[in-house]
DNA sequence: GATGCCGGGTT
DNA sequence: AACCCGGCATC
């Protein structure tokens, strides 16, 4: 009976070289009770509606912007106050993207900082070209006359197209639409314009055939996006392929990120993701028509996600005795190891 | 308060 | 993956 214990006069026997140094069974048989220090700032947080939805479309995150609702980009910003820091990644980013993406850089004149970096992630995800099939390769796709861009570093590129040279850009290109299809990227003053150059261009039909069925692929984009509601910029970045983005099984709950796209381009038939939620199915929602500064609509179902469907409430806890039980504070080494490291129990299943 | 163990962090 | 522990539910 006893004799098979060791008994406590080892206290180093068996037991692992680790441990806590402080825990000592054989001398103290009352272990450590409970850290009696003072929890200072311990429950801040006693229960935090998931970071990722709250930050989405935290209406607090934008009080500090201008009053306008186009202000209150929801980018993650957790502790980064809403200065440089942010803005710098954020700026990397968006030259990165433009880099590998058009020449053309391009976002509204009238916007807030905030709202640029978020037009690039969700155009470069869209601006797939359809027969390219699916990887999209910047090196290919430049088409710039003016951005010669060897391999930089995205610092350098940050530095290379720095605001003053944006905004430069960026007013004068306001109002245009661009052509996205590869090697294209004509620039033209009106959507009606875009859509025949890409009909008769790029498509091969008639100036006549207006809209046809839905099949037709207008792969352009406005350079003066003055849209916002771009939720989650970078993280919602995907490098690779945007198509990639899709879920692997989404029912239709939602995307895992909230992308509004407002303006531009009707994907053809192509498994149009579920980011483009709106606009109307026939008349690639121009635009114009759609630049309304809509406070993320998508944003409704962001927080009703899967929630974890199981909620598993925790197991009533078994009757049989556990290590803990039957060997006691004392003899700890001759707990299981899930015991031990405060798990359900191996030893004595339930 | 003791116990069981989940959830999450560290190595 | 192994190890550890905070914290919570339950007893």
Excluded at 85 to 98: C, I, N
Excluded at 105 to 118: D, H, I, M, N, Q
Excluded at 127 to 145: C, F, H, I, L, T
Excluded at 320 to 327: D, G
Aim: hydrophobic share 35%.
């Amino acid at each position: 009976m006893e004799a098979e214990r060791p008994p406590a006069s080892d206290p180093g026997c068996g037991r692992p070289p680790r441990r806590t140094a402080g825990r000592d069974p054989a001398t103290a048989p009352v272990s450590v009770p409970a850290p009696p220090q003072g929890p200072a700032v311990e429950f801040a947080l006693p229960r935090e509606p998931e970071p990722r939805a709250a930050d989405l479309g935290a209406p607090g995150a934008g009080a500090a912007g201008p009053p306008t609702p186009s202000a209150h980009i929801p980018v993650p910003v957790h502790r980064t106050p809403p200065g440089k820091a942010r803005l710098d990644e954020v700026m990397a980013a968006t030259a990165l993207t433009s880099l590998s993406t058009s020449p053309l850089l391009l976002r509204a004149p009238g916007v807030t900082f905030s709202t640029e970096p978020c037009l690039e992630p969700w155009r470069e995800a869209l601006v797939q070209p359809p027969g390219s099939g699916r990887g999209w390769d910047p090196a290919s796709d430049q088409s710039s006359p003016s951005a010669p861009s060897p391999p930089l570093p995205p610092e350098a590129a940050h530095f290379l197209f720095g605001e003053s040279a944006l905004r430069k850009r960026k007013s004068s290109l306001q109002g245009l639409f661009q052509c996205l299809w590869k090697r294209c990227g004509k620039v033209l003053s009106s959507a009606s314009g875009m859509q025949r150059h890409i009909r008769l261009v790029h498509l091969g039909r008639q100036a006549e055939l207006e809209q046809s069925d839905g099949e037709e692929d207008f792969y352009y984009t406005e350079l003066d996006s003055g849209m916002d509601s771009l939720t989650d910029g970078l993280s919602g970045l995907t490098p690779g392929s945007p198509t990639a983005s899709v879920p692997p099984a989404f029912p239709r709950l939602e995307p895992p990120e909230p992308l509004a796209l407002p303006s531009l381009l009707r994907l053809p038939a192509l498994p149009a993701p579920p980011v483009l939620s709106t606009t109307s199915p026939s008349q690639g929602c121009l635009a114009p028509v759609c630049l309304e500064p809509q406070p993320t609509p998508v944003r409704a179902c962001a927080p009703a996600l899967p929630a974890k469907p199981s909620a598993n409430p925790r197991k009533p806890r078994g009757d049989a005795k556990k290590c803990r039980k039957v060997y006691g504070m004392d003899h700890r080494d001759l707990w299981c190891t899930a015991c031990r490291w405060k798990k359900a129990c191996q030893r004595f299943l339930d």
